[in-house]
Structures are given as C-alpha cells and as structure tokens.
C-alpha cells in the first residue's frame, strides 16, 4: 500500500510520537519537552520497566517511577495512552514534564502503553468497543485498566493502595472505560478532552458530516503501524491534495486499499449505525462511579463536544455529587503544559494553563488521593472569554440564563429584533450563494498543512481562532452583523442555530459560525483591529435532518427548517464590538464535499454527483432564520464573573459570587 513515513528511520518514529505525547499539547511544547530546562529525572525517581499480564494472558508495558527517598505511602497516578512513553536520554518519560505542579506533593507515576501499541502485545482496536459484561472472558479498555490497577497496588512498593486516572484525548476516552466498572482502588479520575461520539460531534464526524482531513490522516497513523507514522503528501497545501483526490472512494483505491480497518469502517457505516452507537457515552454511561473532574478547551479544535456531553450525562444522574466541570480558553490539551496566557493572536492577560493545574487539578487530586486541603471546584469552573474571568456556577449551563435570538435581516444585518415587514410571498426574503463543491471554502488559511507535521509547529493547533476575514471576499459565504453593542452581551451556556433554508439539489452541509467582531480601532494591541474571532462554530449535514440513523433527501426548491447544535460558550461580546453569524456550506478539506446530490453512501460517490447548486437562507416572518443564544441577565452576569486572575495565578479560584 502507498503508506510510508514522510521520514525514515527511527529518530523520526521518535520526533512523531513525541508530538503525540499528550495529543495535543500546543506549540511550542514539544521544545520545552526537549530543552535544556527539563529537570533531570534520573535524579528524582527511580524507575521500574514491567510488563503487566492481564486476565486474558496479554502484557502491557508500563513504566513506574518512584520518588527517590520516599518519606512514606504514596498514592499512584495512572496514565495510559495509545502514543508510546517517549522516554529522554536518560531513559526517563517525557511525560513527566506534564505532571510538574504535582511531582513536589509526592506521588507515583505510571505510564503504560495500551494493547498493540509500542511495547505492549496484543492486537490494537480503535476505540476498543465496551465488552459484554456477561462474558467473563471478554476485555476491552475497562478490564485492561482494571488489571492494571490490581497489579499496582499489590506490587508497587509503598503505595497507599489509592489510584488517579487521567488523560488527554485518547487518554481521556481510556480514562471513562477505566471508570465504567472501577477497580476498588480508583478514588478519583479526571477524563479531559474525551471524545463522547465519534458520528455527532467529535474527531471523526460533526452531525453526520465526515471530517475528511482528521479522519485519512489519523486513521493512516495510527493503524500503518504499532507507533506512529506520517502519511506522505506529495505537497505542503493539503487543500489542494485533498481536491486532487476526488471522490472519497479514490482514497482506498488509490492508498488504503482495505488495510486501514477504521477507513473501511468510516466506509461501511456512513450513517449513525449500532457500529457508532456501541461507541457513544449516551449508550455506554449511566452514572459517575467516582469522582470525575471533566476538563474542556473552548476551542479544542478535536473534541470540545466529548468533554461537555459526558458531563451533560453524568449530570442527569448523580446523587453523590462526584461530576465536575473545567473549561478554559484552551485548544486540544492547552491546558496541560502551556502557560495558557494566550492563544493563537488572543491574549488572556493571565496565565490560566497554570492557574488550572496549580490551583484546580493538583488540589482535585491531592484531596481525593491524601484526603489533603479542600475541594477546589464546586460543581462548573468556567473560563469567561472576552472579560477574561474565571467563573464559578452551581450548574452548567447557568439556570438563570435566558434565551435571545439573534435574526437574520435584509442587508447583512443581525438583531434582537425578528423580521417584521410583511410580505405577500415570505420566500422571496432570502440571502443566496452558489456552493460550488469544486471550489469549496477553505477552512483555515492556505497553506494547510498536514494536521500533525513532523518539522514544523503547523496551525492546525489555533485555527479555530484565525481571524475569519480571510472568507469574506468569497460569494459562497453569507454574514449578518450586528450594530456595535452599546452594553455588554454576556453569552453563558447553549448556541442554536434555527435556519429555514431551500437548494437547488438534494443535499447541502450548512457551515454556521457564531463571532465576535473586535472595533475597528484596538489602540492596546492594533493586530486586534477589526478582528473576527469565532465563539461558537459548527457543521450540519442536511441528509440527518430527520434522522442521523436514515438520512433522506432534501426537496429540491422548497423551504426547509433546519437546526444547528453550535453546542455551549461562555463569553461576553464588549461593548463597542459586534456580533456576526456567517454561513457557508463548505470548510474543506476540514470537512469532505458533499455531492449536493443525494447518494446513498457519499463514501462510494462518484465524480458525476458532485454538482453546484444554489442556496437560499430566509429570512421573513414566516421563516425567521435566527442563532438562539443564551443571555445572562445583567445582574447575574456582573455576580458570576471572578475578578482577573493575576499572571501569578495565585488568584483563588471561583473567586467571584457563584450563581
């Protein structure tokens, strides 16, 4: 098959899993790994290389690293991951740097490969499905977490006989399986990042709709190999690769050729099949069996929406108060290592990186584990963007949140206000843009480079911050806005967007972006100038409308209601800024094109379906297309937000009056 590292070697397996060590932390991480600044941790620990036999004979590689000169019991701290130890010159895991603000309380460390991976023996499964627990014999991610923790706690030297679970992404995704039938020994977890279900809204598709770039090149990574490789594009701008390709059935004719087993899947099951729903947390939990501390970016730009359902859904059943939530300004893994005080063009003016682990996740794990300090969470601890707070809710979304909807009107204009001219045919209010999947929007500036380059930092890690300016010029692109605010406008909790839309074909994607627009003067930071930073963001495939299980095609030339989940937000649009909504219904190669012509699978399409076609957004009384966002009262907004946290992050957290 033509798959190959776009580097031979083994220096370069080493560079690509040391990228993948937290998946993904952001840029710059990676150097600070490597420097010369890292401590020593030959110095600090010793450190003991197993191999851990589970219950159906299979071993697993683990490292555990034992504090030199320990004063006395000490609880473990578990992490499992699919993306290799990456061990220093000394032979000591990078991972360590992730755990800087808790190696001084005293803890030890475990770091295991799961099954099929680097060390480990087995055979590896992506998003390994939850066994049948009436089969004793059966594993999956949950008993191989289990044993694991069995073996530690029997066999490590001077632990406390008490476990914390952690990880990012993957990681985050292993830690809800080892919480599902928890070992005894597991007092508390922290899933960050997680995904929730992989055909609604998170790595692999967003309501249906297939992300293209991700999906060939993290499937082609992960299963070419047991550790990671690069696949190698033939040019920088993958735009025009991915254009190149045609149809998605060319990518297996052309390189997989059926020895990818999750490309095949997303092939064979192209609508919300048992194969998706065996997967999804709706289907799979129930209840917090420990206390979990669920961790989110704001703009994640892999899995903002996993962290947030498995919230939402242990929320609905917990009794014992053990689900918290933590969101901050953060992409996929910011949180873990950066300072945090900026993203992408955004600055913070605070260091919330080290705000959250110094003052949220080392004490979460430090009462839990020593039964030391208090709790430092109450129930949602929430990063507020564009007041640059720190928020502290007795539930999330916020109950004393209020809903507004933001209507489209003739002009390019966005109000509070709904459509009030009557007409004697309301279809003839619309906006309209010819989509063109041969000439599709792209979804981040060109370039676009591979998501996870070998060589250089790649800005696939703050896209979702770029300023959206660069689609503007485009006719394929519709944008309402507001006037400038005169007062602030808090948005706290759920985005909708409800569209009446028609096409001349039989299927679109409808692309909504919620935005804030910066004034057209920023004196502190001119760069900011008329900036469009996007809050809330999303993709519709119009097939699903009805059902993500039996897609149907659309009515051509007929007005048809459409909603959008943009999913949650917490921020305040300033005064003097304004707020957009753009539409498009293309974001390539982000997301693959559809046809615009109905087909059954859009995997097996071919070149003559894919077609132009025109659409039309209305906007009347009858058909008020809007984005329903949910509004903080005044009073409510200015007692929910904390005071700035310094750059010192001492500030202490949820310092502000909790709603």
Not at 111 to 116: H, L, P, Y
Not at 288 to 301: E, F, M, R, S
Not at 575 to 582: A, D, T, Y
Request: charged share 20%; aromatic share 12%; net charge negative.
């Amino acid at each position: 098959m033509n798959l190959k590292p776009s580097r031979s070697g083994l220096m370069s397996r080493i560079c690509f899993a040391a990228i993948f060590i937290a998946l993904m932390l952001p840029v710059g991480t990676l150097a600070q790994e490597n420097d010369s600044t890292a401590p020593d941790y030959s110095k600090i620990f010793d450190k003991i290389d197993v191999m851990i036999p589970t219950r159906d004979g299979v071993k697993l590689h683990t490292e555990i690293y034992l504090p030199k000169n320990q004063p006395g019991a000490l609880p473990i701290i578990l992490e499992r991951t699919p993306y290799g130890t990456v061990d220093d010159k000394n032979g000591f895991s990078r991972k360590l740097v992730r755990y800087e603000e808790m190696i001084p309380e005293g803890y030890i460390f475990v770091f295991q490969d799961i099954r099929g991976r680097y060390g480990s023996e087995g055979k590896f499964v992506m998003q390994r499905p939850v066994r049948d627990p009436k089969n004793a014999k059966a594993i999956d991610e949950g008993t191989d977490t289990y044993d694991t923790i069995d073996w530690l706690v029997k066999n490590v030297p001077h632990n406390n006989g008490r476990v914390g679970l952690l990880g990012i992404s993957y990681g985050g995704w292993l830690t809800v399986m080892g919480m599902l039938e928890p070992h005894p020994a597991l007092k508390a977890v922290s899933e960050q990042a997680s995904p929730a279900d992989m055909f609604l809204g998170d790595d692999f598709h967003h309501n249906g709709a297939f992300r293209l770039s991700y999906g060939f090149e993290y499937s082609t990574m992960m299963e070419t190999d047991k550790t990671n490789f690069a696949f190698a594009f033939d040019r920088f701008d993958t735009y025009e690769w991915y254009l190149r390709l045609g149809p998605l059935s060319n990518a297996d004719a052309k390189y997989t050729h059926g020895a990818i087993p999750t490309w095949t899947n997303f092939v064979t099951h192209p609508n919300y099949d048992e194969f998706w729903k065996s997967q999804s947390m709706p289907y799979i939990l129930t209840k917090p069996t420990v206390p979990n501390l669920n961790v989110a970016g704001w703009w994640d730009q892999e899995d903002f929406y996993g962290p947030m359902k498995i919230y939402e859904i242990l929320e609905k059943n917990d009794p014992n108060h053990l689900n918290y939530l933590v969101a901050g300004p953060w992409n996929h893994g910011g949180w873990a290592r950066s300072k945090g005080n900026s993203l992408g063009a955004i600055p913070f003016g605070n260091d919330t990186g080290v705000y959250f682990r110094q003052k949220i996740e080392a004490p979460w794990f430090a009462y839990w584990l020593k039964d030391k300090g208090t709790l430092p969470v109450k129930e949602a601890t929430l990063y507020q963007t564009g007041s640059e707070t720190w928020s502290s809710f007795d539930s999330w979304p916020p109950r004393e949140a209020q809903t507004r909807n933001l209507y489209f009107h003739e002009g390019g204009k966005l109000s509070f206000d709904p459509p009030q001219t009557k007409s004697s045919n309301d279809e003839k209010a619309f906006d309209s843009y010819v989509s063109d999947p041969a000439h599709p929007v792209p979804y981040r500036h060109r370039p676009i480079d591979m998501t996870y380059p070998e060589d250089h930092p790649g800005s696939w890690f703050t896209w979702l911050v770029e300023d959206q300016r660069f689609v503007e010029n485009r006719d394929d692109v519709l944008t309402w806005q507001t006037d400038t605010l005169a007062d602030d406008v808090t948005l706290a909790g759920q985005v909708t967007a409800k569209l009446f839309a028609s096409t001349t074909g039989s299927d679109a994607d409808w692309i909504v972006k919620l935005i804030d627009v910066y004034p057209e003067k920023m004196p502190d930071n001119w760069k900011l100038s008329g900036y469009e930073l996007m809050i809330a963001d999303e993709v519709f495939r119009g097939r699903f409308r009805n059902s993500f299980d039996k897609p149907e095609p659309i009515k051509p030339n007929t007005v048809t209601p459409f909603t959008v989940d943009l999913h949650t937000a917490n921020h305040v649009f300033k005064k003097g800024h304004r707020i957009m909504v753009q539409m498009q219904s293309t974001w390539f190669p982000l997301i693959d094109r559809n046809p615009q012509k109905f087909v059954p699978n859009i995997f097996e399409a071919k070149e003559s379906d894919f077609q132009s076609a025109t659409h039309r957004i209305y906007r009347s009384p009858k058909y008020p297309s809007s984005v329903t966002i949910s509004v903080m009262p005044a009073n409510a907004a200015a007692n929910s937000s904390a005071a700035p946290a310094p750059n010192s992050a001492s500030a202490p957290a949820s310092s502000g009056a909790t709603n």
